[in-house]
């Protein structure tokens, strides 16, 4: 009796038949998703996260050039402020026993620049992954994005990546 009890949880919570079958592109929109933000965010890039994007081939293009023209949403902008200052906050705690460690900028400096630097970081991964993906989509992208007013770091990544496609 408690086994059936357990399985009839079990089905209501996964679902069964033609409902499981209505939900299943979901996780490969999220799947997608999630392959998109490891890309655009790491950092070290030493997990297979652009490999994984050229894999998800065309797909992937229209992301990745929203992710060029916008920039990170405002959700992972916040995310990213919030732990930034978390950090800084650290730092601070961290020199109050370490006088020989001293913190050399204010919070609002310091958080400024990494993000500043968060951000050139997102759209060069958005354009480097546009180029290792290749095709005539991605190069339009690209060409498109090397007329737009993005920071500097950013249009020289976009326009060495388009050489490359040449």
């Known amino acids: 009796m408690e086994s059936n009890v357990i399985a009839a949880m079990l089905l209501l919570i996964l679902g069964t038949g033609s409902m499981g079958c209505a939900q ?11 392959v998109l933000e490891a890309w655009l965010t790491c950092e070290e890039c030493t997990n297979g996260e652009l490999e994984t994007i050229v894999r998800a081939g065309q797909s992937m293009v229209s ?8 920039g990170p949403t405002q959700d992972t902008l916040d995310g990213t402020r919030r732990r930034l200052t978390g950090a800084y906050q ?6 109050k026993t370490h006088p020989d460690a001293p913190v050399p900028m204010s919070e609002r400096e310091y ?3 990494h993000l500043e630097n968060f951000i050139v970081m997102y759209q060069s991964h958005a354009a480097t992954g546009l180029g290792a993906i290749g095709g005539a989509a991605a190069k339009d992208e690209l060409t498109k994005a090397s007329a737009l007013p993005l920071r500097q770091p950013v249009l020289t ?3 060495e990546t388009l050489q490359r496609l040449q």
């Not at 992301?63 to 916008?70: I, S």
């Not at 650290?90 to 020199?95: L, P, T």
């Open 90 to 95: 650290s730092m601070v705690e961290y020199a």
């Open 111 to 113: 958080v400024d620049r």
């Open 24 to 34: 299943s592109p979901q996780p490969r929109i999220l799947r997608n998703d999630a």
């Open 157 to 159: 990544v976009v326009r």
């Open 63 to 70: 992301p990745l050039a929203e992710a060029l023209r916008a």
